[in-house]
Each structure stands twice: as structure tokens, then as C-alpha cells.
């Protein structure tokens, strides 16, 4: 009874943050921006409708995981509202479409270890989605990881995440102690960066081996391997900066972008001065100039919540991803089998990995890669994937119980 009540109060803060962002918004505007205070009942409904069916036909999981992607949801579509009112309402369809997708995966998704032994099915899934985009792709902002069929775009490596994760899974989770058995993990794991660098989409690279050496200890508990891999990492880094220019341009924006500030480094340079204007405490949701920040609604949304809440309020989100991470990672602790274990730790890695990756990009503390702050920056296709891969910890915390 305790946990009912620490999450009915937490979801009344997200009803009250909702309520309060938008109302802000509704406010400023003149004439009145009475579509804002629908979003926010629209918003609010989804959310308390999806947990109670979630509370009420599966009540023993961890409610807290729903919870705090429900926490980053609301701000990213708040602020994707006050950026580009288009975007937010394709957005909120999204969200909704996602958040039945974490529904049905907790509702209809059989017993996971079941599909433990698809171990083939789940590498060809990987292979054709992370190749994808290397043979049909479009190159959009520099990168060539967009496939568009009939007007509709979408990332394949994104998908490929939850191939990947489960391919890791199948094939780890019977380890016992022989290098032989990592042989294959390896040569996919190495595919797979392949056609990142090859697509020029770094972030996903990165993601990929955080996900990769995580998944890696956590089935061998050997240190060595994971030392190893660091260094095939730095080699591979190595010969990719000396064989790709768009490498060499990313690590030389990255060591000094102020030369480059109006050409190769505007982006960058432009996101350090929105944090910086904002201060600790922002110019207030609606006041701020985050319109300077190119791509502001994806890759860069983090500097425009920075500018407008504050640098504090940009810490508070680090933090609710820390706690997203660290309720997925006790469904893994508690998993009844080895791949189901896995599985809430591949994903888990995965939503880690991807929010170091873009905040360090976006603050330069780490070459740009160019990549979404999941849950929070506008994006369909990586909501999606992301609810998808928390629905599959939520039913391992449903069945860890």
C-alpha cells in the first residue's frame, strides 16, 4: 500500500507540472493560447489512463519505470510546444501511440524466456536494420542513418537497438567461461560499428559499445574482456579518424570550436551560449531566445530547456534518467532467468548510454554526435523504441516479483 501511495503521489506532480508548464504557455501568448491547456489535458489523461491499466491488470511491476518516462515525456512535449506547435502535436501522437505500445508489450508480450532460443532470428533482425540505411539511406544533417518509404522516415539503426539487445541476450546467456562462445557476439558487435561509421552516425556508434560492454561484464564479470574491448575501441577510433573526414571534422570541433563558430561549429557553439544565457535558473518557459539553436527540437532541445528552466532544472533531468536507470537495473537484479536479466540490462544501457552520449555532445564535453535525448527531444521513431525497450522491463519487474 505504501508504493500505491508514493505513486499516486508522484503522478499528481506530473499532473501538476503539466498543468503549470502549459498554463505558463497558455498565459504568455497574446491572444490566449487556449490549445495549450488541451495539450495538457490530453497529456494528463494519457498518462493516468495508462497507468491504471497498467496498475490494475499487472500490479506487481515496478510502476516507478512508467512513472519517470512519463516525468520526461511531459517536459520534452511542454517544450517542443513552446519551440514549434506543429512538432508538439505530432508529438503527443506519438506519445500516445508509444505509450500503447508499452501497454501491450507489458499485456500481450508471453513469458521472455520463450524467446531466449531465437537466437538466428534475432541476428538477422540486427544485420537488416543496422545495414539498412548503409544501402537505401538518406543522408539528413550530415548523417546517412534515414530510410524514407512513401513520405514516411524512419531510423533503422533504432529499431536494430532492440534486435541488437536481444541478439546479446541469447547468445550471453548460457556463458560458461570459454572465449570461443564471444567470438561471434564480437564480429556482430563490429558489423554493427561498421555501418554506423560508415553511415556517419557516431552516436549511434558510441551507444552501441556502451550497450555492448555492459551487457559483456554483466555476463562474464571478466574485467579483461572489457579492457580489450576499450582498446579495440581506441584502435577502431584511431582508424576511423584517419580514414574518415567526417570524423576528423567532429574531433577537431570538439578540441577548439570558437574558430569554426560561424560555419562548422555554429551548432555546438550556439548551444554553449543558450546554457550559458540561461544561468542557473533560466530566462523563464517562453522568455528565452532558443530559436538561435539549430535543430533545437532534437539534438539540441537539452540547451533550450537549459535556457529557459536553468542549469538546474537541466541537472534535475540528468537525474530522473539516473532513477529511470537505476528501477530498470532492479528489474534486472531481480529477474527469474539469465535473458530475461540481460535484456533489462541491454536497454537499460541502451537509454544510459544515448542520454551521456547527447548531453556531453551538447555541452562539448565530448564530440557531437547528433543524436535525440530520449523521451524528451521531438522524435517518433526513437519514443517509440524507447517505450518499447521500458515495456519490456516492466514486464521483467512484473515477472521478477
Known amino acids: 500500500m505504501g508504493a500505491d501511495r508514493d505513486e499516486k503521489k508522484l503522478l499528481k506532480y506530473i499532473y501538476l507540472l503539466c498543468i503549470v508548464c502549459f498554463l505558463n504557455l497558455t498565459i504568455i501568448k497574446q491572444p490566449v493560447d487556449s490549445g495549450a491547456m488541451v495539450m495538457a489535458a490530453v497529456t494528463c489523461v494519457m498518462i493516468g489512463f495508462s497507468y491504471f491499466v497498467i496498475r490494475r491488470y499487472f500490479p506487481e511491476g515496478d510502476k516507478h519505470i512508467f512513472i519517470f518516462a512519463s516525468v520526461l515525456s511531459v517536459i520534452g512535449i511542454v517544450m517542443i510546444y513552446r519551440l514549434n506547435m506543429a512538432s508538439s502535436i505530432k508529438q503527443i501522437i506519438w506519445f ?6 508499452f501497454i501491450l508489450t507489458v499485456v500481450i508480450l508471453p513469458d521472455l524466456k520463450r524467446f531466449c532460443n531465437l537466437r538466428y532470428l534475432f541476428l538477422a533482425g540486427t544485420v537488416i536494420f543496422m545495414g539498412m540505411a548503409t544501402l537505401i539511406g538518406t543522408e539528413i544533417n550530415g548523417s546517412k542513418n534515414w530510410v524514407v518509404i512513401a513520405g514516411f522516415s524512419f531510423q533503422p539503426s533504432e529499431f536494430g537497438k532492440l534486435f541488437f539487445v536481444a541478439y546479446l541476450a541469447s547468445a550471453l546467456k548460457d556463458y560458461r567461461n570459454s572465449f570461443r562462445e564471444l567470438i ?3 564480429v556482430v558487435v563490429m558489423v554493427c560499428l561498421g555501418f554506423m561509421v560508415l553511415q556517419k552516425d557516431l552516436g549511434s556508434a558510441l551507444i552501441f559499445f556502451g550497450i555492448s560492454i555492459t551487457m559483456l561484464y554483466i555476463a562474464t564479470s571478466k574485467t579483461k574482456y572489457v579492457l ?3 582498446g579495440l575501441f581506441a584502435a577502431g577510433a584511431m582508424i576511423s579518424y584517419q580514414l574518415f573526414d567526417h570524423v576528423r571534422l567532429r574531433v577537431m ?3 577548439n570550436p570558437w574558430p569554426y563558430a560561424n560555419n562548422q561549429s555554429y551548432q555546438v557553439v550556439q ?5 550559458a544565457s540561461g544561468g542557473l535558473t533560466g530566462t523563464g518557459l517562453g522568455l528565452g531566445h532558443p530559436e538561435y539553436v539549430p535543430i ?3 539534438d539540441f532541445i537539452f540547451a533550450a530547456i537549459c535556457e529557459e528552466l536553468g542549469i538546474l532544472t537541466g541537472f534535475a533531468i540528468i537525474i530522473i534518467y539516473f532513477l529511470l536507470f537505476y528501477r530498470c537495473m532492479r528489474a534486472a537484479v531481480n529477474a527469474g532467468d539469465n535473458f530475461s536479466r540481460l535484456l533489462a540490462v541491454g536497454f537499460s544501457a541502451m537509454v544510459a548510454s544515448q542520454v551521456i552520449v547527447i548531453a556531453g555532445g551538447v555541452i562539448n564535453m565530448i ?3 547528433g543524436i535525440t535525448m530520449p523521451l524528451v527531444s521531438y522524435g517518433g521513431t526513437s519514443m517509440l523504441i524507447t517505450f518499447l525497450a521500458l515495456g519490456v522491463i516492466q514486464k521483467i519487474s512484473e515477472e521478477g516479483r
Not at 96 to 101: D, L, R
Not at 271 to 275: C, K, P
Open 96 to 101: 500516445a501511440i508509444s505509450v500503447t505500445g
Open 184 to 186: 561471434e557476439p564480437a
Open 228 to 230: 580489450t574491448c576499450f
Open 253 to 255: 570541433i570538439w578540441q
Open 271 to 275: 548551444s554553449m551560449f543558450s546554457i
Open 296 to 298: 533545437n527540437t532534437s
Open 367 to 369: 564530440p557531437l554526435t
